[in-house]
Protein backbone atom coordinates (compact mmCIF):
# COMPACT_ATOMS: atom_id res chain seq x y z
CA UNK A 1 0.00 0.00 0.00
CA UNK A 2 1.15 3.49 -0.74
CA UNK A 3 1.80 5.50 1.56
CA UNK A 4 -0.32 8.68 -0.19
CA UNK A 5 -3.67 9.68 0.80
CA UNK A 6 -3.96 11.61 -2.47
CA UNK A 7 -2.07 8.58 -4.34
CA UNK A 8 -4.30 5.77 -3.26
CA UNK A 9 -7.47 7.47 -3.63
CA UNK A 10 -6.80 8.39 -6.93
CA UNK A 11 -5.73 4.64 -7.90
CA UNK A 12 -9.25 3.95 -6.59
CA UNK A 13 -11.24 6.72 -7.99
CA UNK A 14 -9.05 5.74 -12.12
CA UNK A 15 -10.17 1.89 -11.12
CA UNK A 16 -6.58 1.27 -11.32
CA UNK A 17 -7.01 -0.51 -7.49
CA UNK A 18 -10.16 -1.92 -5.51
CA UNK A 19 -11.17 -0.80 -2.43
CA UNK A 20 -11.87 -3.82 -1.04
CA UNK A 21 -8.30 -4.97 -1.61
CA UNK A 22 -6.90 -1.82 0.22
CA UNK A 23 -9.22 -2.70 3.31
CA UNK A 24 -8.04 -6.32 3.42
CA UNK A 25 -4.33 -5.32 3.03
CA UNK A 26 -4.97 -2.90 5.77
CA UNK A 27 -6.32 -5.79 8.09
CA UNK A 28 -3.75 -7.64 7.78
CA UNK A 29 -1.21 -4.56 8.96
CA UNK A 30 -3.46 -4.08 11.36
CA UNK A 31 -3.22 -7.76 12.97
CA UNK A 32 0.69 -7.97 12.67
CA UNK A 33 1.15 -4.63 14.01
CA UNK A 34 -1.86 -3.97 16.26
CA UNK A 35 0.22 -6.40 18.92
CA UNK A 36 3.02 -4.39 19.69
CA UNK A 37 1.40 -0.79 19.11
CA UNK A 38 -2.16 -0.88 20.73
CA UNK A 39 -3.67 1.78 18.71
CA UNK A 40 -7.25 0.62 18.51
CA UNK A 41 -9.59 -0.04 20.96
CA UNK A 42 -12.34 -1.41 18.31
CA UNK A 43 -11.48 -2.35 14.91
CA UNK A 44 -14.65 -2.04 13.35
CA UNK A 45 -14.20 -5.04 10.67
CA UNK A 46 -17.32 -5.72 9.17
CA UNK A 47 -18.27 -2.18 8.75
CA UNK A 48 -14.79 -1.22 7.22
CA UNK A 49 -15.03 -4.02 4.49
CA UNK A 50 -18.37 -3.48 3.35
CA UNK A 51 -17.68 -0.07 2.96
CA UNK A 52 -14.95 -0.71 0.64
CA UNK A 53 -17.57 -2.92 -1.16
CA UNK A 54 -19.47 -0.11 -1.09
CA UNK A 55 -17.00 2.04 -2.84
CA UNK A 56 -16.37 -0.25 -5.45
CA UNK A 57 -19.99 -0.68 -6.21
CA UNK A 58 -20.24 2.52 -6.69
CA UNK A 59 -17.49 3.15 -9.19
CA UNK A 60 -18.73 0.21 -11.15
CA UNK A 61 -22.30 2.07 -11.09
CA UNK A 62 -20.11 4.73 -12.78
CA UNK A 63 -20.73 6.87 -9.95
CA UNK A 64 -18.07 9.53 -9.12
CA UNK A 65 -16.31 9.03 -5.90
CA UNK A 66 -15.48 11.01 -3.22
CA UNK A 67 -11.69 12.62 -2.72
CA UNK A 68 -10.97 10.08 0.02
CA UNK A 69 -11.81 7.17 -2.01
CA UNK A 70 -11.02 3.96 -0.47
CA UNK A 71 -8.18 5.29 1.89
CA UNK A 72 -8.37 3.64 5.31
CA UNK A 73 -8.88 5.83 8.20
CA UNK A 74 -8.96 5.78 11.97
CA UNK A 75 -11.23 7.97 14.27
CA UNK A 76 -10.43 8.56 17.40
CA UNK A 77 -12.63 7.16 20.11
CA UNK A 78 -13.78 10.91 21.42
CA UNK A 79 -15.58 10.80 18.38
CA UNK A 80 -19.23 9.31 17.85
CA UNK A 81 -19.47 6.62 15.25
CA UNK A 82 -23.17 5.13 14.79
CA UNK A 83 -23.34 1.98 16.19
CA UNK A 84 -19.67 1.51 16.72
CA UNK A 85 -18.45 1.28 20.56
CA UNK A 86 -17.45 4.88 21.61
CA UNK A 87 -15.57 4.88 25.19
CA UNK A 88 -13.80 8.20 25.20
CA UNK A 89 -11.08 5.84 27.27
CA UNK A 90 -12.48 5.80 29.93
CA UNK A 91 -14.73 2.53 31.91
CA UNK A 92 -17.75 5.22 32.28
CA UNK A 93 -18.58 4.32 29.13
CA UNK A 94 -17.92 0.81 28.46
CA UNK A 95 -20.14 -0.51 26.07
CA UNK A 96 -21.57 2.72 24.86
CA UNK A 97 -22.76 2.60 21.39
CA UNK A 98 -24.06 5.98 19.46
CA UNK A 99 -26.75 6.18 17.62
CA UNK A 100 -25.44 8.72 15.39
CA UNK A 101 -22.13 9.82 13.60
CA UNK A 102 -20.42 12.69 14.46
CA UNK A 103 -20.58 15.40 11.65
CA UNK A 104 -16.45 14.71 10.83
CA UNK A 105 -16.71 11.20 10.99
CA UNK A 106 -19.98 11.43 8.32
CA UNK A 107 -18.08 13.88 6.30
CA UNK A 108 -15.67 10.72 5.83
CA UNK A 109 -17.98 8.69 4.65
CA UNK A 110 -19.88 10.88 2.01
CA UNK A 111 -16.22 11.41 0.89
CA UNK A 112 -16.28 7.50 0.45
CA UNK A 113 -13.30 6.94 2.76
CA UNK A 114 -12.97 3.47 4.47
CA UNK A 115 -13.08 3.29 8.34
CA UNK A 116 -10.94 1.27 10.28
CA UNK A 117 -12.19 1.76 13.60
CA UNK A 118 -11.58 3.60 16.84
CA UNK A 119 -8.16 4.71 18.45
CA UNK A 120 -7.22 4.52 21.53
CA UNK A 121 -6.74 7.42 24.01
CA UNK A 122 -5.97 9.20 27.06
CA UNK A 123 -9.38 9.27 28.87
CA UNK A 124 -11.55 12.20 27.80
CA UNK A 125 -8.58 13.43 25.91
CA UNK A 126 -6.93 14.18 29.10
CA UNK A 127 -3.01 13.46 29.00
CA UNK A 128 0.30 14.17 27.07
CA UNK A 129 1.56 10.52 26.41
CA UNK A 130 -1.64 7.98 26.33
CA UNK A 131 -1.02 6.28 29.58
CA UNK A 132 -4.32 7.78 30.65
CA UNK A 133 -6.57 5.29 28.67
CA UNK A 134 -8.19 2.93 31.16
CA UNK A 135 -7.80 -0.07 28.58
CA UNK A 136 -3.86 -0.34 27.53
CA UNK A 137 -1.01 2.34 26.71
CA UNK A 138 -0.21 2.77 23.15
CA UNK A 139 3.61 2.42 22.15
CA UNK A 140 5.33 4.62 20.03
CA UNK A 141 5.86 2.62 16.64
CA UNK A 142 9.36 4.86 16.43
CA UNK A 143 10.31 2.88 20.14
CA UNK A 144 8.05 0.63 21.44
CA UNK A 145 9.36 1.41 24.70
CA UNK A 146 8.45 5.33 24.18
CA UNK A 147 4.64 7.20 24.61
CA UNK A 148 2.95 8.41 21.08
CA UNK A 149 2.39 11.17 23.10
CA UNK A 150 -1.69 12.22 23.93
CA UNK A 151 -4.12 12.32 23.93
CA UNK A 152 -4.81 10.87 20.52
CA UNK A 153 -1.72 9.00 20.80
CA UNK A 154 -3.57 5.76 19.16
CA UNK A 155 -4.53 8.56 16.21
CA UNK A 156 -0.71 8.87 15.89
CA UNK A 157 0.64 5.75 16.43
CA UNK A 158 -2.09 4.07 13.77
CA UNK A 159 -0.50 6.21 10.87
CA UNK A 160 3.14 6.26 11.74
CA UNK A 161 2.78 2.11 11.77
CA UNK A 162 0.57 2.41 8.62
CA UNK A 163 -1.82 0.52 9.93
CA UNK A 164 -4.05 3.49 8.20
CA UNK A 165 -3.18 6.33 6.38
CA UNK A 166 -5.09 8.79 7.72
CA UNK A 167 -6.84 9.39 11.03
CA UNK A 168 -8.99 11.66 12.97
CA UNK A 169 -7.32 13.38 16.64
CA UNK A 170 -8.89 15.99 18.82
CA UNK A 171 -6.80 18.94 19.95
CA UNK A 172 -7.77 20.71 23.47
CA UNK A 173 -3.47 21.72 24.48
CA UNK A 174 -1.83 19.86 21.86
CA UNK A 175 -3.56 16.54 21.48
CA UNK A 176 -2.95 16.50 17.67
CA UNK A 177 0.35 18.17 17.53
CA UNK A 178 2.38 16.63 20.37
CA UNK A 179 1.49 13.23 19.27
CA UNK A 180 2.30 14.20 15.63
CA UNK A 181 5.40 15.35 16.63
CA UNK A 182 6.54 12.06 18.57
CA UNK A 183 5.42 10.03 15.93
CA UNK A 184 6.70 11.78 13.15
CA UNK A 185 3.70 12.19 11.13
CA UNK A 186 1.40 15.47 10.11
CA UNK A 187 -1.17 16.54 12.55
CA UNK A 188 -3.19 19.41 11.65
CA UNK A 189 -5.32 21.70 14.77
CA UNK A 190 -7.49 23.94 12.66
CA UNK A 191 -9.11 27.32 13.64
CA UNK A 192 -11.56 27.45 16.20
CA UNK A 193 -14.28 26.66 14.52
CA UNK A 194 -13.26 25.82 11.41
CA UNK A 195 -14.17 21.87 11.58
CA UNK A 196 -17.40 20.71 13.87
CA UNK A 197 -17.43 19.45 17.01
CA UNK A 198 -20.78 17.63 16.63
CA UNK A 199 -20.41 14.69 18.04
CA UNK A 200 -17.05 14.84 20.09
CA UNK A 201 -17.21 13.87 24.03
CA UNK A 202 -16.56 17.39 25.11
CA UNK A 203 -13.04 17.69 26.99
CA UNK A 204 -13.03 21.80 27.35
CA UNK A 205 -15.40 23.68 24.84
CA UNK A 206 -13.79 26.87 24.26
CA UNK A 207 -10.52 24.64 23.05
CA UNK A 208 -11.62 21.37 21.74
CA UNK A 209 -11.10 20.93 17.87
CA UNK A 210 -10.83 17.96 16.04
CA UNK A 211 -8.70 17.73 13.19
CA UNK A 212 -6.52 15.26 10.76
CA UNK A 213 -3.43 12.95 10.88
CA UNK A 214 -1.39 11.96 7.75
CA UNK A 215 1.45 10.36 6.18
CA UNK A 216 2.23 13.37 4.52
CA UNK A 217 1.09 16.84 4.17
CA UNK A 218 -1.09 16.99 1.03
CA UNK A 219 -2.86 13.83 2.83
CA UNK A 220 -3.65 16.19 5.66
CA UNK A 221 -4.88 19.13 3.49
CA UNK A 222 -6.80 17.03 1.48
CA UNK A 223 -8.48 15.76 4.79
CA UNK A 224 -9.11 19.13 5.98
CA UNK A 225 -10.88 20.22 2.99
CA UNK A 226 -13.33 17.14 3.47
CA UNK A 227 -13.72 18.37 7.08
CA UNK A 228 -13.82 22.23 6.93
CA UNK A 229 -16.91 24.34 6.83
CA UNK A 230 -20.20 25.16 8.62
CA UNK A 231 -22.26 23.16 10.47
CA UNK A 232 -25.56 23.57 11.60
CA UNK A 233 -25.53 21.13 14.47
CA UNK A 234 -22.76 23.38 16.10
CA UNK A 235 -22.86 26.93 16.23
CA UNK A 236 -19.54 27.41 16.60
CA UNK A 237 -18.83 26.70 13.57
CA UNK A 238 -17.57 29.57 11.56
CA UNK A 239 -19.25 30.62 8.26
CA UNK A 240 -16.42 31.07 6.27
CA UNK A 241 -15.61 29.91 2.89
CA UNK A 242 -13.27 26.66 2.99
CA UNK A 243 -9.46 26.78 0.92
CA UNK A 244 -8.60 24.15 -1.32
CA UNK A 245 -5.77 23.09 0.63
CA UNK A 246 -4.58 20.70 -1.60
CA UNK A 247 -3.99 23.64 -3.66
CA UNK A 248 -1.99 25.52 -1.27
CA UNK A 249 0.66 23.12 -1.19
CA UNK A 250 1.75 24.02 -4.60
CA UNK A 251 1.92 27.41 -3.83
CA UNK A 252 5.48 29.08 -3.38
CA UNK A 253 6.54 30.53 0.05
CA UNK A 254 9.21 32.87 -1.44
CA UNK A 255 8.77 36.41 0.23
CA UNK A 256 6.55 34.99 3.17
CA UNK A 257 8.16 36.59 6.66
CA UNK A 258 8.40 33.48 8.88
CA UNK A 259 8.57 34.65 12.71
CA UNK A 260 10.81 32.90 15.35
CA UNK A 261 9.22 32.84 18.61
CA UNK A 262 12.33 33.47 21.36
CA UNK A 263 10.12 31.96 24.08
CA UNK A 264 9.99 28.10 22.89
CA UNK A 265 13.62 28.43 22.39
CA UNK A 266 14.26 28.74 25.71
CA UNK A 267 15.14 26.69 28.99
CA UNK A 268 14.36 23.03 28.95
CA UNK A 269 14.44 22.19 25.13
CA UNK A 270 16.34 19.43 23.73
CA UNK A 271 19.76 20.84 21.81
CA UNK A 272 18.27 18.14 18.74
CA UNK A 273 14.98 19.60 18.78
CA UNK A 274 16.02 23.40 19.14
CA UNK A 275 18.71 22.22 16.10
CA UNK A 276 16.41 20.51 13.89
CA UNK A 277 14.38 23.25 13.96
CA UNK A 278 16.41 25.36 13.27
CA UNK A 279 17.88 23.95 10.28
CA UNK A 280 13.98 23.22 9.18
CA UNK A 281 14.13 27.42 9.35
CA UNK A 282 17.13 27.66 6.97
CA UNK A 283 15.04 25.43 4.45
CA UNK A 284 12.78 28.02 4.56
CA UNK A 285 15.28 30.90 3.64
CA UNK A 286 16.89 28.62 0.94
CA UNK A 287 12.96 28.91 -0.67
CA UNK A 288 12.78 32.39 -0.62
CA UNK A 289 11.50 33.36 3.13
CA UNK A 290 12.18 35.76 5.25
CA UNK A 291 13.46 35.02 8.83
CA UNK A 292 12.77 37.23 11.67
CA UNK A 293 12.72 36.46 15.60
CA UNK A 294 9.19 37.55 17.23
CA UNK A 295 8.46 37.31 20.93
CA UNK A 296 5.47 36.20 22.41
CA UNK A 297 5.86 37.72 26.08
CA UNK A 298 2.95 35.57 27.54
CA UNK A 299 3.59 32.20 26.86
CA UNK A 300 5.22 31.46 29.76
CA UNK A 301 1.93 31.82 31.71
CA UNK A 302 0.10 29.52 28.69
CA UNK A 303 -0.11 26.41 30.93
CA UNK A 304 -1.16 27.88 34.38
CA UNK A 305 -3.88 29.39 32.09
CA UNK A 306 -4.88 26.78 30.50
CA UNK A 307 -4.82 24.08 33.36
CA UNK A 308 -7.40 26.69 35.29
CA UNK A 309 -9.76 27.31 32.16
CA UNK A 310 -9.40 23.39 30.43
CA UNK A 311 -10.27 22.18 34.28
CA UNK A 312 -13.06 24.28 34.92
CA UNK A 313 -14.90 23.15 31.55
CA UNK A 314 -14.31 19.67 31.76
CA UNK A 315 -15.79 19.71 35.20
CA UNK A 316 -18.59 21.40 33.95
CA UNK A 317 -18.78 19.00 30.81
CA UNK A 318 -18.24 15.90 32.89
CA UNK A 319 -21.31 16.10 35.55
CA UNK A 320 -23.21 14.42 32.86
CA UNK A 321 -21.23 11.32 33.47
CA UNK A 322 -23.95 10.58 36.28
CA UNK A 323 -24.95 6.78 35.54
CA UNK A 324 -28.55 7.70 35.11
CA UNK A 325 -28.93 8.64 31.24
CA UNK A 326 -25.66 6.26 29.73
CA UNK A 327 -22.72 3.90 30.28
CA UNK A 328 -21.48 2.74 33.72
CA UNK A 329 -24.04 3.05 36.63
CA UNK A 330 -23.27 1.60 40.27
CA UNK A 331 -26.84 0.77 41.95
CA UNK A 332 -25.52 0.03 45.61
CA UNK A 333 -26.21 2.94 47.58
CA UNK A 334 -28.90 4.51 49.94
CA UNK A 335 -30.02 6.98 47.39
CA UNK A 336 -29.35 8.92 44.12
CA UNK A 337 -26.22 11.35 45.70
CA UNK A 338 -24.64 7.92 46.66
CA UNK A 339 -25.04 6.27 43.19
CA UNK A 340 -23.43 9.39 41.53
CA UNK A 341 -20.78 8.84 43.68
CA UNK A 342 -20.34 5.41 43.43
CA UNK A 343 -21.04 5.53 39.29
CA UNK A 344 -18.21 8.35 39.00
CA UNK A 345 -15.45 6.96 41.28
CA UNK A 346 -15.23 3.97 39.67
CA UNK A 347 -15.73 5.28 36.46
CA UNK A 348 -12.78 8.19 35.97
CA UNK A 349 -9.53 6.96 36.15
CA UNK A 350 -6.77 9.64 38.48
CA UNK A 351 -6.34 12.39 35.57
CA UNK A 352 -9.59 12.69 35.13
CA UNK A 353 -10.51 13.23 38.99
CA UNK A 354 -7.62 15.48 39.44
CA UNK A 355 -8.69 17.35 36.76
CA UNK A 356 -12.41 17.72 37.66
CA UNK A 357 -11.53 18.29 41.24
CA UNK A 358 -8.92 20.79 40.15
CA UNK A 359 -12.02 22.41 37.71
CA UNK A 360 -14.55 22.67 40.99
CA UNK A 361 -12.28 24.55 43.17
CA UNK A 362 -11.71 27.25 40.99
CA UNK A 363 -15.08 27.76 39.50
CA UNK A 364 -16.17 27.61 43.29
CA UNK A 365 -17.65 30.56 45.29
CA UNK A 366 -14.66 32.71 46.76
CA UNK A 367 -12.14 31.16 44.06
CA UNK A 368 -13.78 32.33 40.50
CA UNK A 369 -12.30 36.18 40.47
CA UNK A 370 -8.60 34.85 41.76
CA UNK A 371 -8.67 31.59 39.30
CA UNK A 372 -10.76 31.48 36.65
CA UNK A 373 -11.16 35.29 35.72
CA UNK A 374 -7.99 36.09 35.51
CA UNK A 375 -6.67 33.05 33.58
CA UNK A 376 -9.64 34.56 31.05
CA UNK A 377 -8.26 37.99 30.93
CA UNK A 378 -4.49 36.43 30.87
CA UNK A 379 -6.08 34.56 27.84
CA UNK A 380 -6.81 37.52 25.95
CA UNK A 381 -3.36 38.65 26.50
CA UNK A 382 -1.88 35.28 24.94
CA UNK A 383 -4.28 36.08 22.35
CA UNK A 384 -2.98 39.39 21.57
CA UNK A 385 0.21 38.20 21.55
CA UNK A 386 -0.74 36.19 18.43
CA UNK A 387 -2.34 39.30 16.95
CA UNK A 388 0.90 41.47 17.50
CA UNK A 389 3.44 39.00 15.98
CA UNK A 390 1.06 38.78 12.80
CA UNK A 391 1.41 42.44 11.99
CA UNK A 392 5.21 41.99 11.80
CA UNK A 393 5.28 38.15 9.76
CA UNK A 394 2.91 35.84 8.19
CA UNK A 395 3.76 32.59 10.13
CA UNK A 396 5.61 31.53 13.35
CA UNK A 397 7.57 28.62 13.01
CA UNK A 398 8.51 26.54 16.63
CA UNK A 399 9.27 23.41 17.92
CA UNK A 400 6.01 21.47 18.38
CA UNK A 401 6.84 19.72 21.70
CA UNK A 402 10.50 20.66 23.66
CA UNK A 403 11.84 17.15 24.14
CA UNK A 404 11.42 14.18 21.74
CA UNK A 405 8.96 11.08 22.69
CA UNK A 406 9.79 10.11 26.07
CA UNK A 407 9.48 6.98 27.61
CA UNK A 408 6.94 5.67 29.17
CA UNK A 409 6.30 5.89 32.65
CA UNK A 410 8.91 8.40 32.62
CA UNK A 411 6.49 11.35 33.69
CA UNK A 412 3.37 9.66 35.08
CA UNK A 413 4.11 10.12 38.86
CA UNK A 414 5.37 13.89 38.45
CA UNK A 415 1.77 15.36 36.87
CA UNK A 416 2.99 19.11 36.60
CA UNK A 417 6.24 17.44 34.07
CA UNK A 418 3.86 15.88 32.25
CA UNK A 419 1.77 18.94 31.89
CA UNK A 420 4.67 21.04 30.91
CA UNK A 421 5.27 18.66 27.62
CA UNK A 422 2.52 20.79 26.21
CA UNK A 423 3.99 24.00 26.36
CA UNK A 424 4.85 24.51 22.85
CA UNK A 425 1.20 23.97 22.08
CA UNK A 426 -1.23 25.68 24.35
CA UNK A 427 -0.55 29.09 23.25
CA UNK A 428 -2.08 28.67 20.10
CA UNK A 429 -5.00 26.70 21.52
CA UNK A 430 -5.93 29.38 23.74
CA UNK A 431 -5.39 31.90 21.33
CA UNK A 432 -7.75 29.71 19.03
CA UNK A 433 -5.23 30.14 15.96
CA UNK A 434 -4.21 27.18 13.50
CA UNK A 435 -1.15 25.38 13.97
CA UNK A 436 0.22 21.85 13.22
CA UNK A 437 3.20 19.62 13.56
CA UNK A 438 5.24 18.51 10.58
CA UNK A 439 8.18 16.10 10.87
CA UNK A 440 11.50 17.38 10.03
CA UNK A 441 14.17 14.57 11.12
CA UNK A 442 15.44 12.24 13.40
CA UNK A 443 17.56 12.61 16.67
CA UNK A 444 21.03 10.66 16.82
CA UNK A 445 18.81 7.69 18.77
CA UNK A 446 16.68 7.52 15.55
CA UNK A 447 13.54 9.34 17.04
CA UNK A 448 11.66 12.10 15.11
CA UNK A 449 11.58 15.66 15.72
CA UNK A 450 8.60 18.25 14.93
CA UNK A 451 8.31 21.78 14.15
CA UNK A 452 5.13 23.30 14.60
CA UNK A 453 3.68 25.67 11.74
CA UNK A 454 1.23 28.76 13.51
CA UNK A 455 -0.78 31.19 11.22
CA UNK A 456 -3.35 33.56 11.94
CA UNK A 457 -7.29 32.69 11.83
CA UNK A 458 -8.51 30.94 9.13
CA UNK A 459 -4.91 30.70 7.40
CA UNK A 460 -4.76 27.03 7.03
CA UNK A 461 -3.69 27.09 3.60
CA UNK A 462 -0.45 29.37 4.28
CA UNK A 463 0.48 26.84 6.93
CA UNK A 464 -0.35 23.93 4.59
CA UNK A 465 2.34 26.07 1.60
CA UNK A 466 4.94 26.77 4.22
CA UNK A 467 4.92 22.75 5.11
CA UNK A 468 4.80 21.21 1.62
CA UNK A 469 7.62 23.30 1.17
CA UNK A 470 9.58 21.99 4.20
CA UNK A 471 8.55 18.25 2.46
CA UNK A 472 9.70 18.85 -0.96
CA UNK A 473 13.51 19.39 0.99
CA UNK A 474 15.40 16.56 1.35
CA UNK A 475 17.20 17.67 4.50
CA UNK A 476 13.93 16.89 6.29
CA UNK A 477 12.27 13.60 4.61
CA UNK A 478 11.44 11.34 7.94
CA UNK A 479 9.27 8.89 6.40
CA UNK A 480 8.35 5.70 7.82
CA UNK A 481 9.85 3.86 11.09
CA UNK A 482 12.03 1.16 10.04
CA UNK A 483 10.13 -1.40 11.74
CA UNK A 484 6.57 -0.65 9.93
CA UNK A 485 7.91 0.58 6.76
Request: hydrophobic residues 40%; proline residues 6%.
Given at each position: MVDSIVQLAESVRSGERSAESIATETLQRVDAREPSVRAFLHVDRDGFVAAAREVDAKRARGEQLGLLAGVPIAIKDALCMNG??????????????????????????????????????????????????????????WDLDRAPGGSSGGSAAAVASR????????????????????????????????????????????????????????????????????????????????????AAC????KGLRVGIPREYFGEGIDPEVNIAVRRAVSCLEQFGCIVKPVSLPHTKYAVATYYVLATAEASSNLARFDGVRYGMRKEPGPDLRAMYGATRDAGFGPEVKRRILLGTFVLSSGFYDAYYLK???????????????????????????????????EKTSDPL???????????????????????????????????QIITPHLQEARAFAVAAACERHDALHVGAPPAFA
Open positions: VPTTAGSRILEGYKPVYDATVVAKLRAADATLVGKTNLDEFAMGSSNENSAYAKVHNPMCLGSLGSDTGGSIRQPASFCGIVGVKPTYGRVSRYGLIAFASSLDQVGPFATDVRGAARMLRVLAGRDAHDATTLDAPVDDYEDLPVAQKVRTLITRDFDAAFNEVDVLCAPTAPTTAFRLGAMYMSDIDTLPASLAGVPAMSIPIGLTANGLPVGM
